[in-house]
Each structure stands twice: as structure tokens, then as C-alpha cells.
T-cell receptor, first 113, second 110 residues
Framework: ETGVTQSPTHLIKTRGQQVTLRCSSQ?????VSWYQQALGQGPQFIFQ???????GRGNFPPRFSGLQFPNYSSELNVNALELDDSALYLC????????????FGPGTRLTVL | GQNIDQPTEMTATEGAIVQINCTYQ??????LFWYQQHAGEAPTFLSY????GLEEKGRFSSFLSRSKGYSYLLLKELQMKDSASYLC???????????FGPGTRLSVLP
């Protein structure tokens, strides 16, 4: 059984650019949630995908968008990057959408210059 | 609103017991998670309380009072490796929105 994986590990972009982050869920899990974690703070919920459909969204602007594929892997896309988007982006997978335990990936560290 | 509050930092001694508190607004939450996060690493699951009471799992225990909007994580026989951030997270009734607290950074001293 493989765990949650994310790519890339680190990424440097400039303001205004677009970025795509990827996540492979743990085997057997059909739900993926994305979080943004600024340094020294708790993760902030971005959105959740269940069986390829968005199943909830936090307080993030529309330039944060996502996809979930038939194999339950997922992408997070951020357009028009801002300096404040610099953070650790965490992906977590779980089974079902009823608040089950979430398993986190190692994260992608995004730096916007 | 769905605010979750935790102390920012705590310090304890190796071998001691420490209790990390978490308070939250009672409306909208259906369960409470505790996660451990070492610096530079992903959070790892510790416990999940959906009913009132104490859940014990080895050296770690977690307590929930839904009517009071209060939870705590109890760590016994502290070890140096327990130095980490401990995150309290609420789950809404639909499991759609996970709200994390700011995390409590615990330092275990020899």
C-alpha cells in the first residue's frame, strides 16, 4: 500500500505566474483535500474533491482551482500568483467524505518571488 | 464562525505529563482530530473524537466535550521525540470543511 505522494517537493515562481501541484492519493482512498500552511500556522482548508467533484471549499479566491481524476489523483492550480501564496501546500487523502482520518502527503513548498 | 483556539507554545520536561487544550465554537462541528507535525514534515494522525469522553491510545489520550466546545490532548511519559506542533482540527457536519487550529508547539526538555 503506497502512501500519499506530492510533486514537486519545492517550487519557485514569480508573481503573476501560474502553478500546478500534483497529488496521488493513498491506495483505496477516493477523497482528496488540499490545504495551505503558512510558516508557524495551522493548515488552511482550500477545497476537497470526492469522486471527481468538488465537495467543499474554504475561503480561497477562484484563482485557486482543482481537479480530481478517475484514479482519484488530484491537481491544485493557482493562477496569477501573489507573494502571499508562498506556503507549504498539503494534500490529504481519505476514504469517503464523512470526516474520516486524513493521511497527509509530504507537501509542496511554493515560494513566490 | 468556526474558530479553533490553542496555546501557541508549551514547554515540558522529559518523563512528565502535558495537557494541550483546544477550544472551539460549538456550532457546525461533528468531530475533532488531533495531529502531530514535526518541523518540515506532514501532519500525522493521532486521534479522532466524535463522542464525548476520553479516548486512550498508548501514551496519548484525547478528550472531547461537545457541549463545552473543549478538547484536550494528554501526553504521558514525555520523550524528546514528542517535541513537535500539535494541531487540533474540527470537522463540519458534512465532512466537507476541516478547520485547523494554529497548532501548539511543544518543546520537551531533558
Amino acid at each position: 500500500e503506497t502512501g500519499v505522494t506530492q510533486s514537486p517537493t519545492h517550487l519557485i515562481k514569480t508573481r503573476g505566474q501560474q502553478v500546478t501541484l500534483r497529488c496521488s492519493s493513498q491506495s483505496g482512498h477516493n477523497t482528496v483535500s488540499w490545504y495551505q500552511q503558512a510558516l508557524g500556522q495551522g493548515p488552511q482548508f482550500i477545497f476537497q474533491y470526492y469522486r471527481e467533484e468538488e465537495n467543499g471549499r474554504g475561503n480561497f479566491p477562484p484563482r485557486f482551482s482543482g481537479l480530481q481524476f478517475p484514479n482519484y489523483s488530484s491537481e491544485l492550480n493557482v493562477n496569477a500568483l501573489e507573494l502571499d501564496d508562498s506556503a507549504l501546500y498539503l494534500c490529504a487523502s481519505s476514504l469517503g467524505r464523512s470526516g474520516n482520518e486524513q493521511f497527509f502527503g509530504p507537501g509542496t513548498r511554493l515560494t513566490v518571488l | 464562525g468556526q474558530n479553533i483556539d490553542q496555546p501557541t507554545e508549551m514547554t515540558a520536561t522529559e518523563g512528565a505529563i502535558v495537557q494541550i487544550n483546544c477550544t472551539y465554537q460549538t456550532s457546525g462541528f461533528n468531530g475533532l482530530f488531533w495531529y502531530q507535525q514535526h518541523a518540515g514534515e506532514a501532519p500525522t494522525f493521532l486521534s479522532y473524537n466524535v463522542l464525548d469522553g476520553l479516548e486512550e491510545k498508548g501514551r496519548f489520550s484525547s478528550f472531547l466535550s461537545r457541549s463545552k466546545g473543549y478538547s484536550y490532548l494528554l501526553l504521558k511519559e514525555l520523550q524528546m521525540k514528542d517535541s513537535a506542533s500539535y494541531l487540533c482540527a474540527g470537522v463540519d457536519n458534512y465532512g466537507q470543511n476541516f478547520v485547523f487550529g494554529p497548532g501548539t508547539r511543544l518543546s520537551v526538555l531533558p
